[in-house]
Protein backbone atom coordinates (compact mmCIF):
# COMPACT_ATOMS: atom_id res chain seq x y z
CA UNK A 1 0.00 0.00 0.00
CA UNK A 2 1.21 3.58 -0.85
CA UNK A 3 0.33 6.40 0.55
CA UNK A 4 0.90 9.98 -0.80
CA UNK A 5 1.00 13.07 1.49
CA UNK A 6 1.12 16.47 0.19
CA UNK A 7 2.32 19.73 2.12
CA UNK A 8 3.22 23.06 1.88
CA UNK A 9 0.33 25.07 0.58
CA UNK A 10 -0.46 28.11 1.83
CA UNK A 11 -1.66 31.91 1.30
CA UNK A 12 0.36 33.51 -0.39
CA UNK A 13 0.43 37.46 -2.41
CA UNK A 14 1.03 37.61 -6.34
CA UNK A 15 4.52 37.19 -7.05
CA UNK A 16 5.46 34.96 -4.02
CA UNK A 17 6.63 31.73 -3.92
CA UNK A 18 5.88 28.10 -2.07
CA UNK A 19 7.15 24.70 -2.24
CA UNK A 20 5.06 22.25 -1.99
CA UNK A 21 6.40 18.62 -0.66
CA UNK A 22 5.02 14.94 -1.22
CA UNK A 23 6.23 12.09 0.84
CA UNK A 24 5.15 8.83 -0.77
CA UNK A 25 4.74 6.42 2.46
CA UNK A 26 5.36 2.12 1.42
CA UNK A 27 7.80 -0.02 -0.10
CA UNK A 28 8.98 1.81 -3.27
CA UNK A 29 10.53 -0.66 -6.03
CA UNK A 30 13.06 0.94 -8.45
CA UNK A 31 12.04 4.29 -10.06
CA UNK A 32 9.01 5.82 -10.60
CA UNK A 33 7.77 8.86 -12.82
CA UNK A 34 5.90 11.31 -9.91
CA UNK A 35 4.19 14.49 -11.45
CA UNK A 36 2.11 17.57 -9.68
CA UNK A 37 -1.65 18.01 -10.96
CA UNK A 38 -3.54 20.69 -9.47
CA UNK A 39 -7.52 20.93 -9.59
CA UNK A 40 -9.09 24.33 -9.45
CA UNK A 41 -13.18 25.03 -8.87
CA UNK A 42 -15.45 23.95 -11.47
CA UNK A 43 -11.86 22.71 -13.49
CA UNK A 44 -10.81 19.38 -14.32
CA UNK A 45 -7.54 18.10 -12.55
CA UNK A 46 -4.77 18.73 -14.74
CA UNK A 47 -0.83 17.61 -14.84
CA UNK A 48 1.73 21.12 -13.56
CA UNK A 49 4.65 19.16 -14.00
CA UNK A 50 6.49 15.59 -14.00
CA UNK A 51 9.21 13.77 -13.64
CA UNK A 52 10.74 10.39 -15.00
CA UNK A 53 12.97 7.84 -13.09
CA UNK A 54 15.92 9.40 -15.13
CA UNK A 55 15.12 12.80 -13.95
CA UNK A 56 14.07 13.88 -17.10
CA UNK A 57 10.64 16.95 -16.20
CA UNK A 58 7.90 18.28 -18.51
CA UNK A 59 5.83 21.22 -17.79
CA UNK A 60 2.43 22.55 -18.40
CA UNK A 61 2.73 25.59 -20.52
CA UNK A 62 1.12 27.88 -18.04
CA UNK A 63 3.64 26.88 -15.54
CA UNK A 64 7.37 26.42 -17.55
CA UNK A 65 9.48 28.70 -16.39
CA UNK A 66 8.06 29.70 -12.99
CA UNK A 67 7.62 25.85 -11.34
CA UNK A 68 10.21 23.57 -10.83
CA UNK A 69 10.02 19.76 -10.21
CA UNK A 70 12.70 17.56 -7.92
CA UNK A 71 12.92 14.53 -6.06
CA UNK A 72 15.00 12.64 -3.31
CA UNK A 73 14.44 9.30 -3.68
CA UNK A 74 16.41 9.10 0.02
CA UNK A 75 13.37 10.70 1.39
CA UNK A 76 10.51 9.49 -0.99
CA UNK A 77 9.86 13.08 -1.69
CA UNK A 78 8.91 15.31 -4.66
CA UNK A 79 8.90 18.93 -4.58
CA UNK A 80 7.40 21.22 -6.35
CA UNK A 81 9.16 25.06 -6.07
CA UNK A 82 6.68 27.47 -7.15
CA UNK A 83 8.11 31.49 -8.36
CA UNK A 84 5.84 34.24 -9.27
CA UNK A 85 2.99 32.79 -8.61
CA UNK A 86 -0.61 34.71 -9.81
CA UNK A 87 -4.14 34.08 -8.85
CA UNK A 88 -4.52 31.39 -11.80
CA UNK A 89 -2.29 29.01 -9.88
CA UNK A 90 -4.90 29.26 -6.99
CA UNK A 91 -5.95 25.41 -6.71
CA UNK A 92 -5.79 22.13 -4.70
CA UNK A 93 -2.84 20.92 -5.79
CA UNK A 94 -1.77 16.64 -5.93
CA UNK A 95 0.84 14.88 -6.64
CA UNK A 96 0.86 10.94 -8.08
CA UNK A 97 2.43 9.00 -9.94
CA UNK A 98 2.48 8.77 -13.76
CA UNK A 99 1.27 6.92 -15.72
CA UNK A 100 -0.91 4.60 -13.67
CA UNK A 101 -1.46 6.62 -10.46
CA UNK A 102 -3.06 5.13 -7.45
CA UNK A 103 -5.17 6.58 -4.85
CA UNK A 104 -5.17 10.26 -4.57
CA UNK A 105 -4.77 12.35 -1.65
CA UNK A 106 -5.81 15.04 0.42
CA UNK A 107 -4.33 17.35 -1.83
CA UNK A 108 -2.75 20.92 -0.44
CA UNK A 109 -4.22 23.87 -1.03
CA UNK A 110 -2.53 26.77 -2.66
CA UNK A 111 -4.38 30.31 -2.71
CA UNK A 112 -2.66 33.37 -4.38
CA UNK A 113 -4.45 36.11 -3.38
CA UNK A 114 -4.04 40.22 -2.40
Known amino acids: QLQLVESGGGLVQPGGSLRLSCAVS????????MGWYRQAPGKQRELVAGITGSRNTVYDDSVRGRFTISRDNAKNTVYLQMNSLTPEDTAVYYCNFRPNEVPWGQGTQVTVSS
Open 26 to 33: GSIIGFSG
